[in-house]
């Protein structure tokens, strides 16, 4: 149980052009879910908190302009990385936490975005 | 603010050895304390995690973790490492009742064979 997914797993684009990354719960509702950003050989940074039908909370210094973050539904998220540049270029990570009251969030395999 | 301390960058045991990760956090209270495993181009999978009561607490692949709150430490061990081991392991914390996980920077587990 507890299974997140990600697509793509991998993608590469023009610089300018925009990237939409999904993320779903598969076998249980997400009330929450995370999207992380983590550079190589460096830790998870957390970007933004979204919560079903609710707009994102993003953390300080991320432009929530250029990653947009869309809750609709209980089993997904999505992330658009809009107008990308090479220094988007990064492993994007989301995670999803369910209800009733737990505290675990649990990772998805994580997109490798290569702008180029 | 929390924050996590992970003080050894790499670590390189032999296979079959007994392991031992750090992990100090500032905070408050007590708060949630996870451990998480990720392989190289992968995302995270939950080791071990404590939220209250025993504090051993035991996860998956063998591995066990102790809260020791004098020490505001969550180390993490296991008896016998295996080569598949190998990997980057990250300990994490969540205020208690709260969103946000805090993630240490990340131990580099090494396994010579």
């Known amino acids: 149980g507890a299974v997140v997914s990600q697509h793509p797993s991998r993608v590469i684009c023009k610089s300018g052009t925009s990237v939409k990354i999904e993320c779903r719960s598969l076998?249980?509702?997400?009330?929450?879910m995370f999207w992380y950003r983590q550079f190589p050989k460096q830790s998870l940074m957390l970007m933004a908190t979204?919560?079903?039908?609710?707009?994102?909370?993003?953390e300080q210094g991320v432009e929530k302009d250029k990653f947009l973050i869309n809750h609709a539904s209980l089993t997904l998220s999505t992330l658009t990385v809009t107008s990308a540049h090479p220094e988007d270029s990064s492993f994007y990570i989301c995670?999803?936490?369910?209800?009733?009251?737990?505290?675990?969030?649990?990772f998805g395999p994580g997109t490798r975005l290569l702008v180029l | 603010a929390q924050s996590v301390t992970q003080p050894d960058i790499h670590i390189t045991v032999s296979e079959g050895a007994s392991l031992e990760l750090r992990c100090n956090y500032s905070?408050?209270?007590?708060?949630?304390l996870f451990w998480y495993v990720q392989s190289p181009g992968q995302g995270l999978q939950l080791l071990l995690k404590?939220?209250?009561?025993?504090?051993l607490v035991q996860g998956i692949k063998g591995f066990e973790a102790e809260f020791k709150r004098s020490q505001s430490s969550f180390n993490l061990r296991k008896p016998s490492v295996h080569w598949s081991d190998a990997a980057e392991y990250f300990c994490?914390?969540?205020?208690?009742?709260?969103?946000?996980?805090?993630f240490g920077t990340g131990t580099q587990l090494k396994v010579e064979l």
């Open positions: 995670s999803a936490r369910g209800g009733g009251g737990t505290e675990t969030q649990y």
């Open positions: 905070y408050g209270a007590t708060p949630y």
């Open positions: 979204s919560n079903e039908g609710s707009k994102a909370t993003y």
């Open positions: 076998d249980f509702q997400a009330t929450t």
């Open positions: 404590y939220f209250s009561g025993d504090t």
């Open positions: 994490a914390v969540a205020p208690g009742g709260g969103n946000k996980l805090t």
